[in-house]
């Protein structure tokens, strides 16, 4: 069965540093996500792609981030100068965007900024 | 008001037992409504999907929504040691059906 992959599973990295998460989505699928959970809290959704360009994003989503999908296949989320609050477990999502938003999630990737 | 509740339990039913999980919303505009079960440390796993007011059955899992209350349910029949997971209700708008809004989770023990 087709499933969003995503790497590394676990990240640290020291306040201040850039990290770059990597996703693989699902090969037909046509819209990619980034979400993040930070411990004990609700999922919260950042940002969106389509068409190589982001779709919508949230207010967590500010210039500290950025995505690319820099190829046909890998789909990355980029967080500049990370800070202690960054702590979360971030999660890849991606639909087929046609008429449905049923939404596949990757494992996740557990960032933890000290 | 927040813009989804659901309570965070947690609940703790034997096996066999059937579930019943719920979640509000404040939100009209929703009208896309899935329920994912997450396992610890692990991603959200989509279990069921609905579009607008209505119900959906699939296996032991049956999905209902009622727009003109703002509430959905996820009944669990036979439940299973292996159903011991949280369970999120997410949901979306038709202006913004890419964007999910999550419940908190409730986190649910089913016990042998």
């Known amino acids: 069965e087709p499933e969003v992959t995503q790497t590394p599973s676990h990240q640290v990295t020291q306040m201040g540093q850039e990290v770059i998460l990597r996703c693989v989505p699902i090969?037909?699928?046509?819209?990619f996500y980034w979400y993040r959970q930070i411990l004990g809290q609700k999922v919260e959704f950042l940002v969106s792609?389509?068409?190589?360009?982001?779709?919508?994003k949230s207010e967590i989503f500010d210039d500290q981030f950025s995505v690319e999908r820099p190829d046909g296949s890998n789909f990355t989320l980029k967080i500049r100068s990370t800070k202690l609050e960054d702590s979360a477990m971030y999660f890849c999502?991606?639909?087929?965007?046609?008429?449905?938003?049923?939404?596949?999630f990757g494992q996740g990737t557990r960032l933890t900024v000290v | 008001q927040k813009e989804v509740e659901q309570d965070p339990g947690p609940l703790s039913v034997p096996e066999g037992a059937i579930v019943s999980l719920n979640c509000t919303y404040s939100?009209?505009?929703?009208?896309?409504f899935m329920w994912y079960r997450q396992y610890s440390r692990k991603g959200p796993e989509l279990l069921m999907y609905?579009?607008?007011?209505g119900n959906k059955e699939d296996g032991r899992f049956t999905a209902q929504v009622d727009k003109s209350s703002k509430y959905i349910s996820l009944f669990i029949r036979d439940s299973q040691p292996s159903d011991s997971a949280t369970y999120l209700c997410?949901?979306?708008?038709?202006?913004?059906?890419?964007?999910?809004?999550f419940g908190s989770g409730t986190q649910l023990t089913v016990l042998p």
């Open positions: 999502a991606s639909n087929t965007g046609t008429g449905n938003t049923e939404a596949f």
């Open positions: 090969s037909n699928h046509l819209y």
């Open positions: 792609f389509y068409n190589n360009e982001i779709s919508e």
């Open positions: 939100n009209s505009a929703f009208q896309y």
């Open positions: 609905t579009y607008s007011s």
């Open positions: 997410a949901m979306s708008s038709a202006g913004s059906a890419r964007q999910l809004t």
